[in-house]
Structures are given as structure tokens and as C-alpha cells.
């Protein structure tokens, strides 16, 4: 038998030790926050990603009576940014989240199902997604959404 043991990267530094232009994108995400639609969990998420152009998308949660029919601001954003632009690859993308009239202490991490779309998104254009997570104590950075899923599900599964 034989085992795979997979290491994630996680590069932890504080807003001020980023670079201008991730600055910029958390910047972009906290504001996104602002146009979330988050009545049931007062959750206010804002996602903004950089294109390969130079352009920033943002985007934030959209919820819904209906709780499932709700959307998360990273599939919101992406799937945006994508239809706008189909032909551009996202080269990074950052979250924030607010909650009581706060950013979270600690970096906001992406669902489950965002992760499957992060990563579709990212071998689509094969080009590594930058992914950035803020917290106001810290903030995370992985070098590609694959990082947060591994032996994830994708195109090439469906024709094994
Ligand atoms: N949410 C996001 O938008 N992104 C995440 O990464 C986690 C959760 C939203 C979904 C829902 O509107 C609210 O936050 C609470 O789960």
C-alpha cells in the first residue's frame, strides 16, 4: 500500500506587509461587501478578482427566502467575471466578510461548492488562480485554488 501525503501552502502575513496590488484586490472585496444581500445570516461576504487584463470584478452574496436559491459572493463574482469576459483567466481573487459591522478576525474561507467552481475556473484557463483570504488579524494566501481542493473533481474525471 501506498500513501500520498499532499502539503498545502499557505503564505500568513498582515495587510500592511501585502503587496499594493493585493491591497487593492481586499480593498475591492471589503467594499463588495457592501452590496451583499445577506437578510437571513447577516453574513455580508465581498469577493473581487483580477483578470488577466488588468480588469477587477467584484461581487457578494446574494440570499433568498429560499435559503439554497441563495449564491455565495465568490461563485457570484467568478461566474461574472466569466461572462463578461469568457475568453480572460482570473489571476486572483480575494474574500472578506463582515458581520455585527465588523470584518472577520480571521480570513474568510470558501465553501465547499465555491471551491469546486475556484477550480473549474482555474483549469479552464490553466493558469493558477491566486487565492487570497482576509482577516483582520491575518490574512492567507495559496498559490492556486487547487490548494483548496485536492483530488478535486474536473473535466477530466467525467472521460476517465
Ligand atoms: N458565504 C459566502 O458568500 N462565501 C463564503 O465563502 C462562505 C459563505 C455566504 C453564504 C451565505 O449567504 C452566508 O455567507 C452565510 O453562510
Not at 447577516?42 to 452574496?61: H, K, M
Not at 439554497?68 to 480572460?88: I, K, M
Not at 455585527?100 to 480571521?106: A, M, P, Q, R, S
Amino acid at each position: 500500500m501506498e500513501s500520498l501525503n499532499l502539503t498545502t501552502k499557505i503564505l500568513v502575513y498582515s495587510f500592511e506587509e501585502a503587496t499594493e496590488n493585493i491591497k487593492k484586490l481586499i480593498n475591492e472585496a471589503k467594499i463588495a461587501t457592501q452590496s451583499a444581500y445577506a437578510p437571513y445570516s447577516n453574513f455580508y461576504v465581498g469577493a473581487a478578482v483580477l483578470l488577466a487584463n488588468g480588469e477587477i470584478i467584484t461581487g457578494s452574496n446574494q440570499e433568498n427566502a429560499a435559503y439554497p436559491s441563495g449564491l455565495c459572493a465568490e461563485r457570484v463574482t467568478v461566474f461574472h467575471a466569466n461572462a463578461q469576459y469568457p475568453d480572460v483567466a482570473v489571476e486572483a481573487l480575494a474574500i472578506a466578510a463582515c458581520h455585527d459591522g465588523e470584518f472577520t478576525i480571521n480570513p474568510c474561507s470558501p465553501c465547499g461548492g465555491c471551491r469546486q467552481v475556484l477550480l473549474e475556473a482555474e483549469n479552464r484557463y490553466n493558469r493558477p488562480m491566486k487565492v487570497i483570504l482576509y482577516g483582520e488579524s491575518k490574512i492567507y494566501e495559496l498559490e492556486c485554488a487547487k490548494s483548496l481542493l485536492p483530488v478535486g473533481f474536473g473535466k477530466d474525471s467525467l472521460f476517465d
